[in-house]
């Protein structure tokens, strides 16, 4: 009888290994999975900011338009 209880408990510590081996998997593909995932949030950040900097560029660029655009239309009144 004493045979079947160590059987018994040699089988739940084998799944108990077995479910810590299938979680220690899982948590290195999640290791994985989250350096992955920092690296995109950093080049969408990069890339944000990036953005920011041509958006802020290209309001300067109108502005010298619009001012250009003024100055003209400020002459062709004097004619």
């Known amino acids: 009888m004493s045979f079947e209880v160590f059987e018994k408990l040699e089988s739940k510590v084998q799944q108990a290994i077995d479910t ?3 979680l220690q998997m899982e948590i290195e593909e ?10 995109q949030v950093q080049n969408a950040q990069g890339n944000h ?15 010298a338009w619009q001012e250009r655009l003024r100055a003209l239309l400020g002459r062709m009144e004097e004619v």
């Open 30 to 39: 999640l290791k994985e999975q989250n350096t992955t995932l920092n690296q």
């Open 20 to 22: 810590i081996t299938l």
């Open 49 to 63: 900011e990036a953005l920011i900097r041509e958006n802020q560029q290209l309001k300067e660029e109108q502005g």
